[in-house]
């Protein structure tokens, strides 16, 4: 749909309009009234308009053509680029997780260590207590002896004082 362009030198037409044979009259510039050969003028006309987009079809389509393929791939790459954006986004939430996961595992290795050492404490005391309890039952014991031999001690000076006791005699 090419239309050949009119040679122009210096901006002034060197010929008659496209269209128009050498014997024709040129639309709009007769002597007669506006209304004698309307027909034949809107016959031109509609032809110097179809030649003239045909024209500016010819002349702009390519570009728009090539405009529109430059967009349609501006668009998949943008698709593109918005799929790697929400992978990029979803790895660094991951990562986000993960130090999430590692700031839990360290608090659990702080509370391992603190229940470890109360274990520990809990041990300790328990033979602490243990000790205290042999320790006491010990005293206890040497306590109950100890009150035995003064008991014994005790009833011992009181049959000996009955015994130093004077006695009197039998009368028979």
Do not use: W
């Not at 210096?10 to 010929?15: C, H, N």
């Not at 024709?24 to 006309?45: N, W």
């Amino acid at each position: 749909m090419s239309v050949p362009e009119p040679p122009l030198s210096d901006g002034v037409l060197t010929g008659p309009p496209a269209g128009l044979g050498a014997g024709e009259r040129t639309p709009g510039l007769s002597d007669t009234s506006p209304d004698e050969g309307l027909i034949e003028d809107l016959t031109v006309e509609d032809k110097a308009v179809e030649q003239l987009a045909e024209g500016l079809l010819s002349h702009y389509l390519p570009d728009l053509q090539r405009s529109k393929q430059a967009l349609q791939e501006l668009t998949q790459n943008q698709v593109v680029l918005l799929d790697t954006l929400e992978q990029e986004i979803s790895k660094f939430k991951e990562c986000h997780s993960m130090l999430d996961i590692n700031a839990l595992f360290t608090e659990a290795k702080h509370y391992h260590a603190k229940l470890v050492n109360i274990r520990k404490e809990m041990l300790m005391l328990h033979e602490k207590t243990s000790k205290l309890k042999k320790r006491a039952l010990k005293l206890q014991q040497k306590r109950q002896k100890e009150e035995l031999e003064r008991e014994q001690q005790r009833e011992k000076e009181f049959e000996r004082e009955k015994q130093l006791t004077a006695k009197p005699a039998k009368r028979t």
